[in-house]
């Protein structure tokens, strides 16, 4: 939904969101009725969306009189206890004046009733501003700045009732103010919040005033805002933006002096809070040297953007124009805003016209300036022909034709709490007889409710097939459905279409009872029951297929959906740890020994050799294959060991013999499968020796590893072949020899 939300600096006073209330969907050709929860005496409806940023009709002179004498502000309200519409006003020769305009706003006729100074409350030669609020109870003020004072007058519960000065008029110093301008009052969050400019070339900066709760407290609290990086130097004149759909506050102020950076505009950002923090405040210039000397200000928002309306160029010169914050991409209040010139707009005088008002008069919003002793009105935009009606009652009454259609609300600006432009979009439906849904299907245990959609003011009446006559009803059996509505002010009568409800059966899944498996063994896991095509499978694994394979601990739960309607099934599985076997490599070693092979598991394990033996360990003797199996938590394991028993190398070296006279003798053995021969004479092993009798005992030089040697000395001689690789480094045998020389 849009929104549009008139903001003036005049008479605002913050309130929440107004809203349009009727149904999204209405009956077309026949009157629909809107309503609003606002609390205003005029609304200004519309089928069309209102575009403010056109130029403003020239200003027309309304009257003349010699109390608007150099006349800085004049606004409009409306009084709902007498009906009537009452102008108010100030000038620089300190004179309040009220102009009775009777029913009509723009009554060229007025009755003026001037306060004069009020016996010299109003005594500054400065009286700038006057601000008409009226607070919860429904008594009416009038805030007027004279000076560095603000004068309240009371004039109770009709703007009509003449003030008495010496109860009704009250003088309140504003601290920090030398020559107070503007003054706008506000109603925020249950408590009274005001803000005033100085026109004073002394003071850079805006003041707020924290009445409290209540709007006649002579001692409010006054706080100067900050100056920012010489963002102000003569800020008078300001109006309030509020961002409803991001809950901030902003205010653009209208800087007239010749501070640091001249005269333009400038912005106070107040985040989401207008009361208790301390604003930003920025300077944005005089918008490329166009916008000098501005005066007064007022935002309206539609409801996708706004725009400003400004008096600018000075004293003898002053100009209207909009300021309009859309970059071609986005609309903000914090976008540098760009200027359209309007000109005078047919206004004459060398007043400065500082002050904007606009109010409603039938079905248009004007603007309202004083100028030189004239009160100068515009139209600034009217409502829709045959579309736009004002009325005094929160509702209007609108008959459409099918489709869709806007309709806007604009709460009257007379009513501080309650202000602003609203959009809602509804449709209208061609009249005909009620729908039910589609045919639809649902699980067997399940209910269903059905519905029928209404469109209309009225009161319905139902008849089901059922019998029933709610509005809706709850089915948990199939069958053919139906409903017939009837009603005054309805655009949905008659007898509704049939809906046909089918409940069917949920997959029952069942999967394998709970077991236990060993770990690395996946254990296929599937469900009973057979399916045609369109069924859909979900597992906790995340699996979408019938079949899933589990290796670990824990529960799987398999979903089934088939024709809308899903089952489940759930097992739990306890994957045991599968034992690690492992025997070693192949091994050879040499007949005569023995070898112990072992197996080392957790406690609790069970083993079984395939020689029978069902210890952990076993002691071979023989080649062969020899298998463990380790069973531990029922699961086993299994490793195989080939063992090779290689025989032992048997010779001889033959008889002891008898040399002499220093006659060589050879001795010695070949084995075709030895990797190594050890020669020793007198267990001292014999290494290699050179060839000379002098040096030597040994006829022929021999090496250790050497099958045959020769010798002409006598000793005992052994040899040792080794084959393989058995313990002690293969498999051995000895064979000794005497020789006597």
């Known amino acids: ?149 603000l004068i309240r007058v009371d004039f109770g519960y009709s703007l009509g009732n003449t003030p008495n000065v010496g109860t009704d008029v009250h003088s309140i110093n504003i601290t920090g103010v030398s020559r107070a301008a503007q003054v706008s009052l506000y109603r925020y969050n249950g408590q009274w919040v005001g803000f005033v400019g100085d026109i004073s070339s002394t003071v850079n900066h805006l003041t707020r005033i924290d009445f409290g709760t209540d709007i006649t407290n002579l001692t409010p609290t006054f706080t100067a805002l900050p100056n920012g990086t010489n963002a102000f130097s003569n800020p008078a004149f300001f109006a309030l933006y509020n961002d409803k759909v991001a809950g901030t506050f902003s205010m653009l102020v209208t800087d007239r002096g010749a501070g640091p950076n001249g005269s333009g505009l400038s912005r106070y950002d107040f985040g989401g809070n207008l009361q208790n923090n301390t604003p930003t405040a920025t300077s944005l210039g005089n918008l490329g040297g166009n916008f000098t000397g501005p005066r007064g200000i007022t935002i309206v928002e539609t409801c996708d953007s706004f725009y400003a309306l400004a008096t600018y160029g000075g004293f003898g010169g002053q100009n209207f124009a909009h300021l309009t914050f859309n970059n071609g991409t986005t609309t903000s209040i914090t976008n540098t805003p760009g200027l359209i010139a309007f000109g005078a707009m047919g206004t004459t005088g060398n007043s400065s016209k500082v002050s904007l008002n606009t109010f409603w008069h039938n079905d248009s919003l004007y603007v309202a300036t004083p100028s030189n002793g004239v009160i100068w009105t515009a139209n600034w935009f009217g409502l829709s022909t045959g579309g736009g009606q004002v009325t005094y009652t929160p509702q209007a009454t609108y008959t459409f034709a099918p489709g869709y259609h806007t309709i806007t609300l604009w709460a009257d600006q007379g009513n501080e709490m309650h202000r602003g432009y609203y959009c809602k979009t509804i449709y209208a439906v061609q009249p005909g ?200 938590a029922s699961c086993p394991a299994t490793d195989t060991i080939n063992i090779n028993v290689a025989p032992a190398p048997v010779f001889s070296l033959g008889n002891d013999t008898i040399i002499c006279n220093n006659m060589p003798i050879t001795i010695g053995y070949t084995n075709p499968n030895a990797v190594k021969y050890v020669w020793s004479v007198d267990s001292t092993l014999i290494v290699h020796h050179a060839a000379n009798y002098a040096d030597s005992s040994y006829y022929k030089a021999v090496d250790s590893t050497d099958a045959y040697i020769t010798t002409i000395t006598g000793g005992i001689f052994s040899l040792t072949i080794y084959t393989g690789n058995g313990a002690g480094g293969g498999c051995a045998y000895t064979d000794t020899i005497s020789i006597i020389s």
Request: hydrophobic content about 30%.
């Open 1 to 149: 939904m849009k929104k549009l939300l008139l903001l003036l600096f005049l008479f605002c006073s913050y309130a929440g969101y107004t809203q349009i209330i009727t149904k999204d969907t209405v009956c077309a050709n026949s009157p629909t009725t809107f309503y609003t929860a606002d609390s205003s005496y005029h609304y200004a409806w519309d089928t069309v969306h209102i575009d403010p940023s056109q130029a403003l009709g020239g200003f027309t002179q309304l009257f003349a009189t010699n109390s608007f004498s150099n006349g800085n502000c004049y606004q409009v309200k409306y009084d709902p206890s007498t009906g009537n519409y009452y102008g108010f006003g100030v000038n620089t020769n300190n004179a309040f004046y009220r102009v009775n305009l009777g029913t009509n706003s723009l009554n060229p006729a007025g009755t003026v009733t001037s306060f004069g100074t009020l016996s010299s409350y109003l005594a500054s030669n400065f009286t700038y501003y006057v601000d008409v609020v009226k607070d919860t109870t429904g008594k009416w003020y009038a805030f007027i700045t004279d000076g560095g004072h």
């Open 433 to 632: 007889p009620p729908k039910l849904g589609h045919d639809t299907t649902a699980c067997n245990g399940d209910s269903l409710i059905l519905n029928v959609s209404i469109v209309g003011n009225g009161t319905p009446n139902y008849t089901w097939s059922t019998g029933a006559t709610t509005p809706t009803i709850t089915v948990k059996v199939g069958g053919a459905y139906s409903v017939t509505v009837s009603g005054a002010g309805l655009c949905t009568t008659g007898n509704s279409n049939i809906q046909i409800v089918q409940f069917v059966a949920r997959p029952v899944v069942t999967l394998p009872a709970d077991t236990t498996i060993c770990s690395g063994t996946p254990l296929k896991v599937f469900s009973s029951g057979t399916y045609n095509s369109g069924v859909l499978y979900s597992w906790s694994t995340g699996t979408t297929t019938d079949t899933i394979y589990v290796n670990t601990s824990g529960s799987v739960t398999e979903t089934i959906n088939y024709g809308g309607c899903a089952g489940s099934g759930t097992m739990n599985i306890i994957a045991n740890p599968t034992p690690v076997v492992n025997l070693g490599h192949d091994t050879t070693f040499c007949s005569g020994y023995e070898l112990d092979i072992t197996s080392s598991q957790p406690n609790g394990a069970t083993f079984l050799w395939n020689t029978g033996s069902t210890d952990s360990t076993i002691a071979i003797t023989k080649s062969g294959t020899y298998i463990l199996t380790v069973t531990l």
